[in-house]
Nanobody, 114 residues
């Protein structure tokens, strides 16, 4: 049974930093690319970062240079370091095995506000 659990969200001021974590189980983590997605109420789910099985990364232009995705295969863990946060980063964040978020588990809310 595939399970993904994101955590680490919260309220942060503009310009601040936050690190999200994701724990995975039920599949061989090291064999899958992993994604971070986010969704604002009323809008589509959007991908923001991906890391492949070799550690190669890619980012949406909206977060490139501010966010860093990483993984620890031994711990079945995925992370997203976020800095220079903006109000438009406010969203529910999910980790996922695919870009569409077919299996993404419970998300974690990030709110950027003063």
């Amino acid at each position: 049974d595939v399970q993904l659990q994101a955590s680490g969200g919260g309220l942060v001021e503009p310009g601040g930093s936050l690190t999200l974590s994701c724990t995975a189980s039920g599949f061989i983590f090291a064999r899958d690319a992993m994604w971070w997605l986010r969704q604002v109420p009323g809008k589509d789910l959007e991908w923001i970062a991906v890391i492949d099985v070799r550690g190669g990364t890619a980012y949406d232009s909206s977060v490139k240079g501010r966010f860093t995705i990483s993984r620890d295969n031994a711990k079945y863990a995925l992370s997203l370091q976020m800095r220079s946060l903006k109000s438009e980063d406010t969203a529910m964040y999910y980790c996922s095995r695919d870009q569409s978020g077919t299996v993404r588990g419970q998300g974690t809310q990030v709110t950027v506000s003063s």
